[in-house]
Antibody, heavy 116, light 110 residues
Framework: QVHLVQSGAEVREPGASVKISCKTSGYDFTGHYIHWVRRAPGQGLEWMGR????????YSVGEFQGRLTLTLDTSITTAYMELHRLTFDDTAVYYCARDAPPLIDWGQGTLVTVSP | SYVVTQPPSVSTAPGETANITCGGD??????VHWYQQRPGQAPVVVISYTSDRPSGIPERVSGSSSGNTATLTISGVEAGDEADYFC?????????????FGGGTTLTVL
């Protein structure tokens, strides 16, 4: 059975960085992209970027370019997302998801609160 | 880049049919995936590739697409169907290929 288990809630001040882990199990880690999606309060789902565990190639889009770092540790089948230069607008629940496609399996979500 | 548009809300009485639309340019030629998200939970796929129903999703949930509109249909709506629903496509033609979500539709069961 596939599982994606994320690290716990975080609180950060504006300008800081936050790193979230996504431990996967139950499938071939190198055979599926890992995507990162967030949902801010009162907003919809927002796609942030993806990483390919096969070749470790990752990218992000839009406002996340240059601010988002996606990494992997294949030895422990874990993906990481690090978001830099946080603002209040980054307060959200962050998800990792395995791509079949579609985004078939999701982590439980990690709440990041940006607060002074 | 490709844009998909959903109505913010749909309201349906129990037992009736809810239709949630997802508009996009020639969307009928794209694979559309639909996710249900209940409060405090992660999204769950309810329809993949426009009309395929994953195992565990009831037959009263269906998907279709024509022209510029894809539709998620929930027949015999139940209280447990209250949730946010998001359509999703893949945009390979953007400067960087990307997942595109609709803004989401809140289904309210009256």
């Amino acid at each position: 059975q596939v599982h994606l288990v994320q690290s716990g809630a975080e609180v950060r001040e504006p300008g800081a960085s936050v790193k979230i882990s996504c431990k996967t199990s139950g499938y071939d880690f190198t055979g599926h992209y890992i995507h990162w999606v967030r949902r801010a309060p009162g907003q919809g789902l927002e796609w942030m970027g993806r990483t390919n565990p096969f070749d470790n190639f990752s990218y992000s889009v839009g406002e996340f370019q240059g601010r988002l770092t996606l990494t992997l540790d294949t030895s422990i089948t874990t993906a990481y997302m690090e978001l830099h230069r946080l603002t209040f607008d980054d307060t959200a629940v962050y998800y990792c998801a395995r791509d079949a496609p579609p985004l078939i399996d999701w982590g439980q979500g990690t709440l990041v609160t940006v607060s002074p | 880049s490709y844009v998909v548009t959903q109505p913010p809300s749909v309201s349906t009485a129990p037992g009736e049919t809810a239709n949630i639309t997802c508009g996009g340019d020639n969307i009928e030629f794209k694979a559309v995936h639909w996710y249900q998200q209940r409060p405090g939970q992660a999204p769950v796929v309810v329809i993949s590739y426009t009309s395929d129903r994953p195992s565990g999703i009831p037959e009263r949930v269906s998907g279709s697409s024509s022209g510029n509109t894809a539709t998620l249909t929930i027949s015999g709506v139940e209280a447990g169907d209250e949730a946010d629903y998001f359509c999703q496509v893949w945009d390979p033609d953007a400067d960087l290929p990307r997942v595109v979500f609709g803004g989401g539709t809140t289904l309210t069961v009256l």
